[in-house]
């Protein structure tokens, strides 16, 4: 379940909703002037987050491997990302 709530209500209720979050498996929205600027959710919820975004990565990485041509030299392609 979804709730949102404002971030000057959330310090108010923050043991209340972190309980919530915790315990009733239940996700809440902050806002900020009515605007989503942040969440919390259960550390189930965060860890299958990752574990799709880990799922992802090594899709597209697959994908890239399996691309054709050359290979990129690792200095080439750092200057080029200029890291």
């Known amino acids: 379940m979804l709730n ?7 310090r108010k209720k923050f043991s209340n909703i972190l309980n919530r979050v ?4 239940e996700s809440f929205v902050l806002t900020r002037r009515g ?3 942040a969440a919390i959710v259960s550390m189930r919820e965060l ?3 990752q574990e799709i975004e880990d799922r992802v990565d090594i899709e597209d ?14 200095e ?7 890291l």
């Open 4 to 10: 949102k709530i404002s971030t000057a209500d959330a």
């Open 76 to 82: 080439e392609l750092k200057k080029e990302l200029e």
């Open 35 to 37: 605007e989503p600027i």
């Open 22 to 25: 915790a315990y009733a498996d």
């Open 47 to 49: 860890n299958m987050l």
């Open 61 to 74: 990485a697959w994908k890239a491997k399996n691309e054709p041509g050359e290979p990129i030299p690792w």
